[in-house]
């Protein structure tokens, strides 16, 4: 069992599977599905991974879906080292000095 | 009852739902023909200017710090002839509650919600916007659902955007996370149906009304600090709403002379709506994907007819490459102690060049920031473009390829600007309202209505649609 009744959890839906895509949309985009993720507290007594469940979001909507996670959190960081930008600050600086150097 | 749920079905009920999420009947704003009467709809659905001002002081929106950047402006002084390069100040919004600027269109619209005695709102955004919506329902005591096209189809989420849906989970909203597609206002439109919340869209007169204190600020803080009105405003440019309150907040305080340049992160070449080219683009607001399309034809928003009209109040339109925003971004922090978010620098690569077309007394002010975080980030935006076979490059920025590489210019003579031609937009503007209407001529209201949206004079739209064919 991955998850009870209560567990904070994220679930997955298709909306549009990949033949029902707007005309509008690229081509690309036609060749997939429309989908969705919501968070919320599971409403089943127990659930695991891959299991259709429903959940109570945060203010309390009830959707029904796949249950992908358990305890969901944020990944998103501030990056790697980005050597690239290691000459902006040094060479503004030193810029700036330039002309003043001139001027005294 | 059951509704039928199908997409074809839910976006024929579109009126009747967007009616309900809104409470303004646009058809009495509607002359039956292209044109519609503007200022009326600003006038009887918005709130005066003064309205905005109390509403926004009672959630501690707006106001912000106008600051100098006496760092900046020597070091574009350096690179321009004798006697040019303006001075440049910019605008904090990064103080607001959400950390930028979109605080203050969300302020009115929570504000309008809560009055009319809706339970809640929803806004489909993937930026900043989110965040001020759900900021400003925690305030008010509503329910908040904000809808983003967040992933790709590998589930791989673009850093800025997911770090808008934490920052509105942290304001106890539910955010409904989407793959790529336009088809996102169906599920928008089935959520405003099941919740009968107020549609927070960025794009009605309460939203538009609330930037316009950002220019009248803008005005007030200059007379204050310079005895005089700025020559030019630079505004970051997407759905239009930002230059369009900001301009006709900078009109109310008089600031009548006063240049207003619009300025986008160049993305030609890229699809807003392709899964793949989705994670290309390192910016995902205040680009040419969004800004081209809103100005030729603004009434393709949410909302039946659009208070962001920004060819009304344009003076100039001028495109930066990826590159020199992030460059731009690190100069603001390395010379002037604001760090602030990426997306939010767009206008001020362009002021930064501008200014040295500009006299020496001159003034530009770059009129927003927004905040920075992981994600937000310059580090993280790099680092993902790697991620996603994006070339970083210190160069030329002139030959910058959107999706392909990002070019950092090798020193900051190298920052430049590209004007789009305004008559082109313009035109591209007139061809979607006569095809959008359907109509076969134009009328004298249209003629007048078309001049004063595109902020030319009824000769010019004769030429065009004797250009075009079309009878008026």
């Known amino acids: 069992m991955d998850a009870k009744r209560g567990d904070w959890v994220r679930i997955h839906n298709i909306i549009l599977e990949a033949g029902q895509r707007a005309q509008n949309v690229p081509e690309d985009t036609q060749k997939v599905p429309l989908e969705m993720w919501v968070k919320g507290f599971l409403l089943d007594e127990s659930a695991n991974i891959g299991d259709r469940v429903k959940v109570e979001t945060y203010i309390g909507r009830v959707v029904e879906g796949t249950l992908v996670e358990v305890n969901p959190y944020y990944k998103h960081n501030f990056g790697k080292a980005v050597p690239e930008l290691l000459y902006v600050g040094r060479q503004a600086r030193k810029l700036l000095l330039e002309g003043d150097e001139k001027d005294d | ?472």
């Open chain 2, 1 to 472: 009852m059951t509704k039928d749920m199908s997409y074809e079905a839910v976006m024929l009920r579109k009126g009747e739902i967007m009616k309900k999420a809104i409470g303004i009947d646009y058809d009495k704003y509607e002359s039956g023909s292209i044109a519609f009467d503007y200022e009326k709809m600003m006038r009887e659905t918005g709130y005066s200017l003064q309205e905005v001002q109390e509403i926004q002081r009672s959630v501690s929106v707006g106001n912000t710090p106008i600051i100098e950047l006496k760092n900046l402006t020597k070091l574009a002084r350096k690179l321009a002839p004798k006697g040019k390069g303006a001075r440049i100040f910019i605008k904090d919004e990064a103080c607001n509650p959400s950390g930028s600027f979109k605080a203050r269109r969300a302020s009115v619209s929570c504000y309008h919600a809560k009055k009319l005695g809706y339970k809640g709102v929803i806004a489909a955004t993937s930026g900043n916007y989110g965040a001020a919506v759900a900021s400003q329902a925690a305030i008010q005591g509503l329910k908040c659902i904000v809808v983003q096209e967040c992933y790709d189809s590998r589930g791989i989420g673009q850093p800025e955007i997911i770090e808008k849906a934490r920052a509105c989970e942290a304001y106890g909203t539910e955010v409904v996370q989407l793959t790529v597609g336009p088809e996102l206002f169906y599920t928008f439109l089935i959520l405003l149906e099941e919740t009968g919340f107020f549609n927070a869209s960025l794009y009605t007169p309460f939203g538009i009304a609330g930037v316009e204190t950002l220019g009248y600020e803008i005005a007030m803080q200059l007379r204050e600090k310079e005895g005089r009105d700025p020559d030019a405003v630079v505004v970051t440019n997407a759905g239009g709403g930002n230059l369009t309150g900001t301009a006709r907040g900078l009109i109310k305080a008089g600031a009548l002379d006063t240049k207003i340049i619009g300025a986008s992160v160049n993305l030609e070449g890229l699809h807003m709506a392709s899964d793949i080219q989705f994670n290309k683009k390192s910016f995902t607001t205040g680009h040419t994907g969004f800004g081209i399309p809103f100005a030729t034809w603004p009434d393709r928003s949410d909302v039946p007819r659009s208070a962001a009209r920004p060819l009304r109040y344009m003076d100039r339109y001028v495109t930066v490459n990826q590159g020199s925003v992030f460059y731009m971004t690190e100069l603001l922090a390395q010379l002037e102690g604001l760090e602030r978010g990426p997306a939010g620098n767009t206008s001020l690569t362009a002021a930064f060049k501008l200014a040295q077309e500009m006299d020496e007394d001159q003034i530009i002010v770059v009129q927003e920031t927004e905040y920075t975080g992981a994600g937000k980030h310059v580090n993280a935006q790099l680092t993902f473009a790697k991620e996603n076979g994006i070339e970083i490059i210190i160069g030329d920025p002139s030959e910058e390829i959107p999706g392909k590489n990002i070019i950092l210019p090798k020193d900051p003579s190298y920052i430049n600007i590209n004007d789009i031609e305004l008559d082109r937009i313009r035109k591209s503007y007139i061809r979607n309202a006569i095809n959008h209407t359907g109509v076969r001529s134009v009328t004298k209201e249209d003629l007048e209505f078309l001049a004063k949206d595109t902020k030319t004079d009824v000769e010019f739209i004769k030429n065009v649609l004797d250009e075009f064919g079309v009878k008026y």
